[in-house]
């Protein structure tokens, strides 16, 4: 009867340690997660050439108006004047060149 009391406290005892493996086992866990996110003093990012030109026109780009107001006003007036004029086989080299370019890209997908 003495060993059942003792193999009581016992099982007891090895359930308590088993529950504190458990929970420094999940703080690690949780650690390890921490540091994942957090990163090192070691991470470095760099860009590429091409990255850079990228960035580069986008700024330049984004200082630009979106409508250059001097060209339609010029248009404009030239309409309203009655000698704006197309040049038809210009605009029809154009329009061509614009399907070939569509042409080009569906053929690629």
């Known amino acids: 009867m003495i060993n059942e009391i003792k193999g009581s406290s016992n099982h ?3 359930s308590g340690l088993a529950n504190q493996q458990q929970a420094d086992q999940i703080k690690d866990q949780a650690n390890a997660a921490g540091n994942k996110t957090q990163g090192s003093a070691e ?3 760099s860009l ?3 990255a ?3 960035r580069a026109l986008e700024t330049s ?3 630009q108006p979106v409508v250059d107001t001097k060209r339609v006003e010029s ?3 030239a309409i309203l004047d009655g000698t704006y004029t197309v040049d038809a086989a210009k605009t ?3 329009m061509a060149n614009f399907e070939s370019l569509l042409d ?3 053929g690629e997908e």
Do not use: C, G
């Open 12 to 14: 007891s005892a090895l």
């Open 43 to 45: 991470d470095s990012v």
């Open 48 to 50: 590429t050439d091409q």
């Open 52 to 54: 850079e030109k990228l």
């Open 61 to 63: 780009i984004k200082d």
């Open 75 to 77: 248009i404009r007036s």
């Open 92 to 94: 029809a080299e154009k």
């Open 104 to 106: 080009s890209k569906v």
